[in-house]
């Protein structure tokens, strides 16, 4: 093997590339560590709120603000929480040097939630239209809630077992 014109032995390829396997499992845990507690508080105030904001939106008539209320709140929370999740995203590479990654999660764990919350987030609007109760989007905002305090926490726990 050749590296900048030098011609390495087997053995030394071998170191090479084992240390290239070793920064890589260094840098995994780096990249899951938890967001900011100030963005996780965002994130999870943002999925708490959505299905009401969604609900509204979806409701047949106007269910304590016209839909074009609604709909403006929507965007505009859609809007704050996309611009907050660049500036945490940007402010946490710059400070570790990686970015957050959820696929150093269980995939047992994010594939659910992928799959999941936007299924709750968006099924609950969908229920309150149908049905009229608000229950439907109560139990999706405590539901999600719940799922963001709880990974939150499993990025915790995962960046506390780290050396």
Do not use: C
Request: net charge positive; proline share 7%; hydrophobic share 55%.
């Amino acid at each position: 093997m050749e590296t900048h014109g030098v011609r390495l032995t087997p053995e030394q390829a071998q170191a090479a590339l084992a240390d290239t396997k070793h920064i890589r499992a260094s840098v995994a845990p780096l990249s899951a560590t938890p967001w900011p507690n100030w963005f996780f508080i965002t994130l999870t105030l943002y999925v708490a709120a959505f299905p009401v904001m969604y609900g509204g939106a979806m409701a047949d008539s106007d269910w304590l603000l016209p839909r074009p209320a609604w709909m403006a709140v929507m965007l505009t929370s859609t809007a704050v929480y996309a611009a907050l999740f660049a500036a945490a995203a940007k402010a946490w590479r710059d400070k570790t040097g990686v970015a957050l990654r959820f696929d150093v999660l269980p995939k047992r764990a994010t594939v659910p939630l992928s799959v999941g919350l936007p299924v709750l987030l968006v099924g609950s609007g969908l229920a309150f239209r149908v049905t009229g109760r608000p229950a439907w989007l109560i139990a999706a905002s405590l539901i999600g809630a719940a799922v963001s305090v709880g990974f939150h926490l499993a990025f915790v726990r995962l960046h506390r077992k780290t050396p």
